[in-house]
C-alpha cells in the first residue's frame, strides 16, 4: 500500500473525530507523538530487550506493535501542516547530511559535531 493510501485512511479515522478547537487539536498532536513513544517501548518489550527477560515474544506480537507505531506516526503526519511531500523533501535532505557525517567520521572529522571541540577530545 502506498503511503498516500495510507494516509488518506489515517484521514477516514480522524474526519470521525469530533470538531473542536485548537487546543483539542493539540492534544490529538500529543497523543499521536505520546503513542509513539508508548508503543515504541511496547515494541521493545516485544523483541526481548532486557538482559534478565530476553525472550522475544511472537512475531506477530512485534508486527501488531509496529504497527500501532506506524498509526500514530501517520496520525502525527496527518495532524501536521506538512504535506508527504514536504515530509520526504526533508527526510532526503537528512539523509544526504547524514550520509555526508558517516563520509566525514571515515576520515577523522567529528567538526559537524558540536561535542567534539579540542578541548573536549
Do not use: C
Request: avoid cysteine; charged fraction near 30%; aromatic fraction near 12%.
Amino acid at each position: 500500500m502506498e503511503m498516500n493510501e495510507l494516509l488518506a485512511k489515517q484521514g477516514e479515522i480522524l474526519d470521525n473525530v469530533p470538531p473542536a478547537e485548537v487546543s483539542f487539536r493539540m492534544d490529538n498532536i500529543k497523543t499521536a507523538a505520546w503513542g509513539i513513544v508508548e508503543e515504541t517501548l511496547e515494541y521493545l518489550n516485544t523483541i526481548g530487550y532486557k538482559s534478565w527477560r530476553s525472550q522475544p515474544l511472537s512475531r506477530n506480537d512485534q508486527l501488531e506493535e509496529l504497527t500501532d507505531i506506524l498509526f500514530y506516526f501517520l496520525e502525527l503526519v496527518v495532524l501536521s501542516p506538512f504535506t508527504w511531500d514536504e515530509i520526504t523533501a526533508q527526510y532526503q535532505e537528512k539523509h544526504k547530511e547524514v550520509m555526508a557525517r558517516f563520509a566525514a567520521v571515515e576520515r577523522g572529522d567529528f567538526s559537524w559535531d558540536k561535542r567534539f571541540t579540542e578541548k573536549g577530545l
